[in-house]
């Protein structure tokens, strides 16, 4: 094991003994830990009591081999837990705005509606009337069925008989099963669309957010008026949200 003048030789020690049990789930004796390092036993020896005390390191008392327990992982976790999906996600909000030139939102779940917490507004003379704050249903948005297709079966029938099912346009979705049929159509492309359904004259693509435990973070979405966010002009979009859509989650930790 090669030390540099720069660093803690037992810090460098300890580290190198770290990454040799990162490869053994179950476990490594002392003499092979100590061969693989280039250390004396006694050195190693030392170095994993302190490990072990600190918990990092357990011994298996039946086989004496050592293995790595999850306070490593507990660690890593800590940093992710405090990311802040507003804070994560703006900067590519208002990348997503600059390819497409069309209103940008970000939402979260809450109960059987979606939450706007971020929008970023397109230069374009025809605006969106959404605000931050204001909510939406669910079974009707862009963003609100990209985020029902990622969830179990059970508890979308839950929020389906839970929510106020209105057809708001000629284009919402109201009978259940149809709606179970694009959710498992939008889990297969990764997007989802809103063809008129919240409201007229108004096309969107939605797609996921995830975070680092794998679960719904939210999710984005591209807006605009049917005139100029054509089926066409979807079709390209498409690509572009699922890119921010995963950059946005890989940022917050997600490794799916």
């Given at each position: 094991?090669k030390e540099s003048s720069?660093?803690?030789?037992?810090?460098?020690r300890?580290l190198?003994?770290?990454e040799?049990?990162?490869?053994?789930?179950?476990?490594?004796?002392?003499?092979?830990?100590?061969?693989?390092?280039?250390l004396?036993?006694?050195?190693?020896?030392?170095?994993?009591?302190?490990?072990?005390?600190?918990?990092?390191?357990e011994q298996?008392p039946?086989t004496?081999?050592?293995k790595?327990?999850?306070?490593?992982?507990?660690l890593?976790?800590?940093?992710?837990?405090?990311?802040d999906i507003?804070?994560?996600?703006?900067?590519?909000?208002?990348?997503?705005?600059e390819?497409?030139?069309e209103v940008v939102?970000?939402?979260?779940?809450?109960g059987?509606?979606?939450?706007y917490i971020?929008?970023?507004?397109?230069?374009?003379?025809?605006?969106?009337?959404?605000?931050?704050?204001?909510?939406?249903?669910?079974?009707?948005?862009?963003?609100?069925?990209?985020?029902?297709?990622?969830?179990?079966?059970?508890?979308?029938?839950?929020?389906?008989e839970?929510?106020?099912?209105?057809?708001?346009?000629?284009?919402?979705?109201?009978d259940?099963?149809?709606?179970?049929?694009?959710?498992?159509?939008?889990?297969?492309?990764g997007?989802a669309l809103?063809?008129?359904?919240?409201?007229?004259g108004?096309?969107?693509?939605?797609?996921?957010?995830?975070?680092h435990r794998?679960?719904?973070?939210?999710?984005?979405s591209?807006?605009g008026?049917?005139?100029?966010?054509t089926?066409?002009v979807?079709?390209?979009?498409?690509?572009h949200?699922?890119?921010?859509?995963?950059?946005?989650?890989?940022?917050?930790?997600?490794?799916?």
């Amino acid at each position: 094991m090669k030390e540099s003048s720069q660093t803690v030789q037992s810090v460098e020690r300890a580290l190198a003994i770290l990454e040799v049990l990162s490869d053994y789930g179950e476990g490594v004796g002392i003499t092979e830990l100590s061969t693989n390092i280039n250390l004396h036993k006694s050195t190693v020896h030392r170095l994993l009591l302190t490990l072990i005390q600190k918990g990092y390191v357990e011994q298996n008392p039946e086989t004496s081999k050592y293995k790595l327990t999850l306070k490593l992982f507990e660690l890593g976790n800590k940093p992710l837990e405090k990311l802040d999906i507003l804070t994560v996600a703006k900067p590519y909000l208002h990348q997503l705005k600059e390819v497409t030139h069309e209103v940008v939102h970000l939402v979260i779940r809450e109960g059987t509606e979606i939450v706007y917490i971020d929008k970023v507004e397109s230069e374009n003379k025809i605006r969106m009337h959404s605000r931050i704050g204001t909510r939406s249903p669910m079974y009707c948005t862009s963003v609100g069925k990209a985020i029902m297709a990622y969830l179990p079966e059970e508890e979308v029938e839950r929020l389906w008989e839970n929510s106020e099912i209105k057809r708001l346009t000629p284009h919402t979705i109201t009978d259940l099963n149809v709606m179970k049929k694009t959710l498992k159509e939008i889990r297969q492309k990764g997007y989802a669309l809103d063809e008129e359904e919240n409201e007229l004259g108004i096309r969107c693509i939605g797609a996921p957010i995830f975070n680092h435990r794998g679960e719904l973070a939210g999710a984005i979405s591209v807006s605009g008026p049917t005139i100029r966010v054509t089926k066409e002009v979807v079709e390209g979009y498409k690509n572009h949200i699922l890119e921010y859509s995963k950059n946005i989650s890989k940022e917050l930790g997600y490794r799916g």
